[in-house]
């Protein structure tokens, strides 16, 4: 029997995946997932659970047709800066490359950001020798607008290690902010012409509440964890994000690619297991919300699956907030 993705099921069952990064390519559904490592190891608040070593393509024509899941794009031992942990990846695309882009730790067990590249969406991809100068910390989302202008989001609390880039070097001992201190926002970075790196330093976004007030570390229903992914809807930049320990997706919203942004609600409710992570895209004239959750494995935090559902536009564009279990 052909394997038809039905909503909020796992679209796939053969490995285990996480993250997914959807785009719609050469008119088709492209999935950039995490491929989660089968591992009995410890498992703690700073991911150490998460080994991945691989990365793998899905692809669907659309709703209705069998996923396809196009093999091994990207190994960790091809990728000569990192020495592990092949965290959640995104692509894009450029006149004909296609350009995946992945944290990892460097050889210094620091995480950075790396580019790969290839012909086709399905890869396989070819890594650039060295890490994006100036990348760090995890998560990259990349959003090309519509004057073609490439903007990498990126970076992740705890294990994600963001907190230690608040001087702009790497604190190995740095804390986040207090509760009572704005929270410590995502950052962006415009891509160079080539999209091979960064063609500005990184900068830190700000995302305020209703009143102008930045979110507070402290808040952690709304502050930023990981996970950023952007998309735009009626002329609005739309930045949505998981809250980490409060185990949701939000989202907050800017007339500008890098912010501020305000915040508006909740995308979806808590899943099974303690990430959450997403992706937003139009396909025809619907949009969907690809999430993962833990469920293929009974609720072990590495062994998660990726899965999709339909997302809806109040009339005022804010969101329909999703529950994956009703
Ligand atoms: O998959 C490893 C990490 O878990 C991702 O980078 C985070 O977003 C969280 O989903």
Redesign the pocket.
């Known amino acids: 029997m052909k394997n038809i993705p039905k909503p909020n099921q796992p679209l796939v069952t053969h490995i285990y995946t ?2 997914p990064s959807a785009h719609v390519f050469e008119g088709k559904i492209y999935i950039y997932p ?1 491929h989660d490592f089968e591992h009995d190891g410890p498992s703690n608040d700073n ?1 150490d659970q ?1 080994l ?1 070593e691989d990365y793998h393509v899905l692809s669907m024509d659309n709703f209705e047709s069998p996923v396809v899941d196009h093999g091994q794009a990207l190994h960790l031992k091809d990728i000569p800066w990192a020495s592990k942990q092949l ?2 990846p995104d692509a894009a695309r450029k006149h004909d490359t296609y350009y995946l882009y992945f ?1 990892a730790r460097d050889h210094e067990g620091i995480f950075r950001i790396g580019v790969a590249t290839s012909s086709s969406p399905a890869g396989p991809f070819k890594p650039q020798p060295n890490y994006i100068e100036g990348s760090f910390s ?2 990259p989302a990349v959003f090309v607008d519509d004057d073609q202008r490439a903007y990498m989001y990126f970076g ?1 609390l705890w294990g ?1 290690q963001l907190e230690k880039w608040q001087t702009g070097s790497f604190l190995p001992d740095a804390d986040g902010p207090a509760g009572d201190q704005p929270a410590l926002g995502p950052r962006v970075a415009l891509l160079s012409e080539d999209m091979l790196e960064f063609a500005s330093s990184p900068q830190e976004i700000s995302i305020v509440d209703e009143q102008g007030k930045p979110i507070l570390a402290g808040d952690e229903d709304r502050r930023y964890f ?2 950023p992914w952007m998309h735009k809807y009626n002329g609005k930049y739309y930045l949505s994000y ?1 809250t980490g320990s409060t185990h949701k997706l939000v989202y907050a919203v800017g007339d500008s690619p890098i912010g501020p942004f305000t915040f508006k609600g909740t995308i979806l409710t808590p899943v099974i297991g303690w ?3 997403h992706s937003i895209i139009q396909f025809e004239d619907k949009w969907y919300l690809f999430y993962h959750d833990c469920s293929l494995s009974n609720g072990v935090n590495h062994k998660r699956c990726i899965k999709y559902t339909e997302l809806k536009y109040n009339e005022d564009g804010t969101i329909q907030t999703i529950d994956p279990y009703k």
Do not use: V
Request: charged share 15%; net charge negative.
């Open positions: 996480a993250d995490s991911g998460y991945m965290w959640a944290p995890i998560d992740g994600g990981e996970g998981s990430t959450t992570h």
